[in-house]
């Protein structure tokens, strides 16, 4: 028996994959020496490696049976009243009927996707977004509806127009997905107006925000400050915001630890979800995170970790006009993992990311994060992950690789569809 | 703002949760003494805390930065070539592309719903069967066909009698999800050549099986033997077989790493939709469920757990023959966590739950199990976890219960959607 599509579900005969996560298998199973601006993988080397043994040793005394049980699939109660205290830190005042724990904020988004987008509806994304959140809510089988960003955001009057425009032609229009701090992939700030701005609209339109939050923290002290970095559901008296943060980037993305701010009807809901999906989040993981907030580890990370990617995003800013001396343009992000870098005129990126991997560097092809078809003149480089000699080595490879482009003899289906990425 | 039903999916406002879970969140919330039979937990005292301490001790030296990154979706490479060897020690011959780690077998169900299940299908499944099961395959909006067992498991004349049945009503019939070892909650064991003879059917009958298999390894050596147990999937040679399963129940279940093996095509579906679920299980989890593996540890585990639970079961079967007398009958399990057992005449499963646990006593209710509507007369009594002298205290005052039983005065909508089970 070979053929399985006959048994396929409608989703997964159409099932959407994120380029990201394909990206990933590349690195993994590519032999020889692969310099990736492709992942926005946080370096271990800013993971508090000995506390976590420290703590691990005591966890698995065996002494408390319950960590390493099943348990709530809201979380470990004190891990979510210890957030609780997170989120005052960033002006967030929720108790514990608002929150609960997800398998990566990865999973908070597929949560909403699943609990609140019905087949047709049309959601509301930036232009450009986060690739594995195109593939959460596309999975719920919706169009998504993109919103043009200026270097401050998202773009209100195109925000408008769109939500209209949509809601005009018959769709139900609900949600709006963003990424305020340091978005991925273009590192733009979205300014403090906007969001109070944003706040009045969702509620004159009856929208729900999403707000996706796993960089805030590593805001980057030259540029800007924690204020700036406020989250609307700190200002969200309608409670019109789903606020989506993870210890992915502060403590380590391989626990599988995030959490999930909303209004108690909502946190039940996808409470009942997630009982369906996975029972619960992983009980050790969920017991390192809350022993390291309690002992102060999660706060102690903070500023060292925004003076880690600062410098790597210095680094990296410097080797890109070193090496490739103005052919590469991008604004300078304020905090984050991420620049966003426009091509020359004439480059797509498509061809250029497989000239790239011949020289042994990978990005992400910008079209992966656009909605609407753009985003060819663009290239998403990570500077978080490599060292600062592999970030101007990586940057020296795309400079050969930009000399030796040629345009030609690339089909774009080939690359997309192939999974090669 | 408070009607946030208007922005949910049909999904959202249709979700079913499993009657597990809740009850695992009134154990969590209750104070004072309350004994549980009701949640099907290992007993942490089997859980080999003295290696994995020496493991995670190892794995968070910080030499090897990967032990806590992102990762695979479809899971750690060595870790998927260790469950191969797990595999071919249940005569399952498989290779790399043939399996995937899943977030507990739930996420193993949840992921054949989603990419399997079309809305309106109706899916096979025992009477009685998993509630989680049941949640994750209502939530994927299908109808679910109840099918008899026997003492040996599903009654193949009755299996073939519904599934035709819901084919000559137009239903698009392509599953059957069931529990052939100590099957949860009846505890019965599919003989042999009712395994050969599903095989048989499934090809005839062009249908996938679902083999959920966690308790395969926990046999009583007194009752059978592992050749008894041998799965469906050892002798899938036309890959009709998705096979479930997981090491909650042999190492433990706080890691959240269980696996899927099925035929490639299927994998790949499964781990895209993975991809967007949660992007992947938790790193850590995974490197410590490899490293007891290819240190023997989960082989160590195996007869030193069947012993426990083999004398619990001897402890509670007495317990209930010495405090109940015979009021309570059931089929005696050869392997697993569970009593299937059934009340006297006149005696409803919901009252009496009310009832028990006024006296500090928990149980699932029959009817949670049920499909078709029945097991209003059934209680489920899982034996795994309390201490023997904490099983005696159970029956003891489950015996109290009975006799103070009062059918009359509970309705039953009550209790099933009052959320406090």
């Not at 609960?100 to 047709?120: E, H, K």
């Not at 039940?268 to 996975?278: G, L, V, W, Y």
Request: net charge negative.
């Amino acid at each position: 028996m070979t053929d399985y599509d006959r048994f396929l579900s409608p989703l997964g005969r159409n099932l959407h994959e994120s380029v990201l996560r394909k990206m990933g298998q590349v690195i993994a199973s590519r032999a020889g020496d692969l310099i990736s601006f492709a992942a926005g993988y946080p370096d271990p080397v800013g993971f508090p490696w000995d506390e976590f043994r420290e703590i691990a040793n005591e966890l698995l005394s065996g002494k408390d049976g319950s960590v390493l049980q099943y348990g709530p699939t809201r979380g470990y109660r004190p891990l979510l009243e210890s957030i609780l205290g997170v989120l005052d830190g960033r002006g967030i005042k929720a108790d514990l009927s608002e929150v609960m724990t997800s398998s990566g904020s990865q999973q908070g988004i597929d949560l909403v996707a699943r609990v609140l987008i019905a087949p047709g509806d049309a959601v509301l994304v930036e232009v450009p977004t986060y690739t594995g959140a195109i593939a959460a809510f596309l999975n719920a089988q919706c169009r998504l509806a993109g919103v043009t960003q200026d270097a401050d955001g998202i773009n209100l009057e195109d925000l408008d127009a769109v939500c209209m425009r949509e809601r005009g032609a018959g769709s139900r229009v609900n949600l709006l997905y963003l990424v305020p701090n340091f978005q991925n992939p273009a590192g733009s700030l979205l300014s403090l107006e906007k969001r109070a701005r944003l706040l009045e609209w969702a509620e004159r339109r009856d929208i729900l925000i999403v707000e996706d939050d796993p960089y805030g923290v590593l805001y980057f002290e030259d540029a800007t400050s924690a204020a700036e970095t406020r989250p609307m559901k700190a200002d969200d008296e309608r409670g019109r915001v789903i606020y989506l943060s993870t210890f992915s980037k502060t403590l380590a993305p391989g626990f599988r630890v995030a959490w999930i701010t909303a209004a108690a009807p909502l946190i039940e809901r996808f409470d009942t979800a997630k009982q369906s999906m996975d029972l619960m989040c992983g009980i050790l993981d969920q017991r390192l995170v809350y022993e390291s907030i309690v002992r102060g580890v999660l706060d102690r990370q903070a500023a060292p970790l925004r003076q880690l990617y600062r410098m790597r995003r210095d680094v990296m800013e410097q080797a890109l006009r070193d090496q490739l001396g103005g052919r590469l343009t991008w604004i300078a992000p304020k905090g984050g993992f991420f620049l966003w870098t426009t091509l020359p005129e004439g480059y797509d990126c498509e061809p250029l990311l497989r000239r790239a991997m011949e020289e042994g560097v990978l990005f992400v092809i910008g079209s992966a994060f656009c909605v609407d078809g753009s985003g060819h003149d663009r290239i998403r480089l990570s500077f978080s992950w490599p060292s600062p000699e592999r970030l101007r080595e990586g940057a020296r490879r795309l400079a050969v690789a930009m000399d030796r482009y040629v345009g030609a003899g690339f089909s774009r289906p080939e690359i997309v569809r192939g999974g090669r990425l």
